[in-house]
């Protein structure tokens, strides 16, 4: 008989690694309930904090939301500060190393090339001047702020008292808190708004591959149709310039990487913001609208807050890391912002001095580079220093770090950018100051006139019934004599092509008391075609706006249940003009004929629980990979939906773009059926073999990341956040995914799942509506929750709430706030 003893000593070890196990979890556990003791924040009871002047109490609702109650503006301010500093620290940490160019400190050699890319543009830099040419009473509310956030991390001066981020990545607990880095946020954010220089790479790296004027016309066309707009060969340019050489694609493809930071072929990001008078609502004063599409993330990067002190009783999102509210109402006034859009960058080719690099040309003759040295530290390998050099125009940005001139251009040729948000005399962070104070459109104006960046479009309401807009911050003008008016980089040495001054405030587009009765924005073209200056020739298509107008005009009194629904609105606009021309040329299969029956009767309808949107989203999508893989257009974050449609109407002979004609069926007939077939064939090996019974929520998530844990595989799944959604792009619930192409026919079953399924990353991430018959009754919601901390209850408690399209009070009076108030926490001057 064999023996038992080995498998009875397999059974003791199996036993003991399970008890092992056991003890180990049950340990994990422990600590996780002890870490959330300690990480998570005071809300109740006495808290003694220095730097407070006075008595300031902060009530805490349900939804985690704090109000805060103070006698004095300072302290109101320091505490948001701290606030921040509780809920979001590790956000507010990763946001400050971005900007600052100090993330490769955390996460090594994959962070240098951004980091080297931020340190030259240099926008810690430009903040800390900033403040610095503020007065002290300029400053006085920065500094307030700031010293909030530090008394928080000098009563936590252990990580395991923070979110576990700081131990997961083993990050060195923060650095205290400076107004420049305050300020420096809101410069990131009008970067991330701002990207027409990328636009301008683009064309670059298009021309350099030999592309004609006419086709990068049809491929990027102004948006809208623009009379006005010369076209441009921009190749011929080049050599015009006295940049004459071949196409180098390769080497230009290395500029690619100065545009890593932004998305690639997402199109919808934006925003919504409409206001309507009183003659259109029930309750007979105004009501007023706003959603911003930004990036999706976890936490949001918004935060609930309420503020009270003399002078001040504002409620709204703040942004962690900035003081004050920037979208929100006062007890008098409310706002809401979308993105203008218009051209505030340009890219400069700098001609170098052959006998010396370290000079460039200008009109004026020969100058010297500003330069200086920034030292890079990596994790784990020795520090790296870049040399940055910043012309006449700006930062050179293809002369050290993550690129190099050489290749790219002719030797002796390097790229600088010129933008607005880094010119002296940006007031930008201040405006929020005043704005959350102001009582009527006076004040209000006085605010939007310290805006220089991002350029905004902002509508007003107020409780007497006035309604208005206005988009201020600082935009270029360029000489009449200059062809290319931003979109292609230009030559530093020829003074056509300088800026000349800024639109005054009194020149940007406005509007006050519409006879129409509302005004409506949805960065969109915002002025008439006689308006006299230049802002962009990139609007974003109109859909959006167009569908918003409809929506208000087609229900004679409004109320916040109306606004609510128009936000949710999921028409797409762009697939009702698109569809027809798709089912003039489909296939004629079995299959094919029964899904174009159910596709005629389609309303645009982008519904989560529908087959139809599914199927225009997939045929869509292979379209554009059918059309990108036919001319070679991988990696230019192109085509977009304007430029399909060109192609497909054969407007000006783009139908060329489907490839030769066969001299059987138009070129483009052939790809859209092909389409068809290749996006039903991988619907079905994903989503069900009946395409009828699809429902479009199962491939459209939102992937709202962690950052930076949303990229570790292992943690993804507990930091990240996801719902199921409809929408597209250009429907008022503006829901964008990357344009994934669909794989190619015989692709491995995982990559094909992986392809059709679309992660949402930008969204309505924020809902606000101001009810100005009632402020109290305004009602918002963000995309997860208060808290960054994972063991707060508060992570991700909105998610659900806001992909229903549910909303939450938002009060500001105290008498509303009290009655539902879980935490009650007393912060008192330190003795």
């Known amino acids: 008989m064999r023996s038992r003893r080995p498998l009875s000593r397999t059974r003791r070890v199996v036993r003991g690694l399970l008890g092992a196990v056991g003890v180990l979890t049950l340990l994990v556990a422990g600590l996780g309930v002890a870490w959330r003791y300690v990480s998570l924040p005071q809300i109740d009871g006495e808290l003694a904090v220095s730097g407070l002047r006075q008595e300031t109490e902060v009530l ?16 109101a301010q320091f505490a948001l500060g701290y606030l921040h500093a509780q809920d979001r620290l590790w956000q507010m940490e990763v946001n400050r190393r971005l900007v600052s160019g100090r993330m490769a400190e955390l996460f090594g050699r994959p962070a240098v090339d951004a980091d080297k890319f931020l340190r030259t543009l240099g926008i810690r830099r430009a903040a800390q001047a900033m403040f610095d040419s503020y007065s002290p009473a300029d400053r006085r509310l920065l500094e307030a702020y700031a010293a909030g956030v530090n008394a928080f991390l000098e ?56 592309m004609d004027g006419a086709d990068m016309d049809q491929l990027l066309p102004p948006q809208p149709p623009d009379p006005t707009m010369v076209s441009v060969d921009y190749k011929q340019a ?69 503020m009270s002190a003399p002078g001040l009783d504002v409620v709204g999102a703040t942004l962690p890391g900035v003081p004050a509210v920037i979208l929100g109402r006062n007890k008098r006034i409310a706002w809401g912002f979308t993105n203008t859009g218009s051209d505030v960058q340009d890219l400069f080719i700098e001609a170098l001095d052959p006998s010396d690099p370290e000079r460039y040309r200008t009109p004026d003759g020969w100058r010297r580079f500003e330069t200086r040295n920034e030292v890079i530290r990596i994790k784990g390998e020795p520090a790296e220093t870049l040399r940055v050099r910043v012309s006449r125009h700006g930062p050179v940005l293809s002369m050290g770090g993550s690129v190099s001139a050489t290749g790219v251009l002719p030797p002796n040729y390097a790229i600088a950018l010129q933008w607005v948000a880094l010119q002296p005399g940006n007031r930008t962070p201040l405006a929020a100051f005043a704005l959350n104070q102001a009582n009527n459109r006076a004040e209000f104006e006085a605010a939007m006139r310290d805006i220089s960046a991002p350029h905004q479009n902002v509508v007003y309401a107020d409780v007497d019934g006035l309604i208005g807009f206005v988009a201020p911050g600082a935009v270029p003008m360029r000489h009449d004599d200059n062809p290319i008016r931003g979109r292609f980089p230009v030559p530093g040495w020829d003074m056509r092509y300088d800026w000349e001054d800024r639109i005054p405030y009194a020149d940007l587009p406005q509007e006050w008391s519409p006879a129409r009765g509302y005004r409506a924005t949805a960065n969109e073209k915002v002025v008439a075609p006689d308006y006299p200056f230049f802002l962009t020739s990139e609007w974003a298509p109109s859909y959006r706006a167009e569908r918003i107008a409809t929506l208000i005009e087609s229900t004679a009194r409004h109320d916040i249940a109306s606004m609510n629904a128009m936000q949710l609105d999921e028409v797409s606009y762009m697939a009702r003009a698109t569809l027809p021309r798709l089912l003039s040329a489909a296939p004629t299969g079995e299959r094919e004929i029964r899904i174009l029956t159910r596709m005629r009767e389609w309303n645009g309808d982008m519904r989560a629980d529908a087959a139809e949107p599914a199927i225009f989203a997939l045929w869509w999508r292979e379209l554009n990979r059918q059309v990108v893989d036919i001319n070679g257009l991988g990696g230019f974050g192109v085509p977009r939906a304007r430029f399909l ?40 090996a994903v989503l069900g073999t009946d395409p009828l019974s699809w429902k479009y929520g199962e491939m459209h998530r939102t992937r709202a990341e962690h950052r930076p844990l949303g990229r570790v595989a292992a943690l993804d799944w507990l930091f990240t956040t996801r719902e199921t959604v409809g929408g597209d792009a250009f429907t008022v619930n503006a829901m964008s995914a990357p344009l994934r192409p669909l794989p190619a026919p015989g692709t491995h079953a995982q990559e094909v799942m992986q392809n059709v399924m679309q992660n949402v990353t930008h969204g309505p991430g924020l809902r606000a509506i101001y009810d100005m018959a009632d402020p109290e009754r305004s009602r918002f919601i963000h995309g997860t929750g208060q808290s960054g901390n994972r063991f707060s209850p508060h992570y991700a ?4 709430v806001w992909a229903r399209g549910d909303t939450i009070p938002m009060h500001v009076a105290r008498d509303r706030v009290e009655p539902g108030a879980v935490g009650v926490l007393k912060m008192v001057p330190a003795q």
């Not at 805490?60 to 302290?75: F, M, S, W």
Request: glycine content about 8%; hydrophobic content about 40%; some cysteine.
């Open 645 to 684: 449609q060109l192609v497909l109407a054969d407007q000006d002979g783009a139908s060329h773009w489907c490839g030769k004609p066969d001299g059987i069926e138009p070129p483009c007939d052939r790809l859209i059926a092909e389409s068809l077939v290749a996006a039903l064939d991988a619907g079905e």
């Open 238 to 306: 080049l050599r015009d310039w006295g940049i004459a050489f071949e196409p180098l694609q390769a080497q230009a493809d290395q500029l690619q990487t100065l545009a890593a930071i932004r998305p690639n072929g997402l199109e919808g990001v934006g925003s919504n913001n409409w206001v309507i008078g009183g003659e259109r609502t029930q309750s007979g004063k105004p009501l007023l609208a706003n959603d911003p599409h930004l990036g999706l993330s976890t936490p949001s990067i918004w935060y609930f807050a309420s």
């Open 155 to 210: 009563e936590h001066p252990l990580r395991a008292q923070l979110s576990p981020e700081f131990l997961l990545v083993n990050a060195p607990a923060p650095e205290p808190w400076s107004p420049a880095d305050s300020i420096a946020w809101t410069l990131m954010m009008a970067w991330d708004l701002g990207g027409n220089w990328s636009q301008e790479l683009t064309r670059l790296r298009l021309a350099l591959r030999g």
């Open 797 to 800: 408690d909105f998610s659900p």
């Open 60 to 75: 805490r609702d349900a939804y985690g939301v704090p109000h805060i109650y103070a006698k004095h503006l300072d302290d």
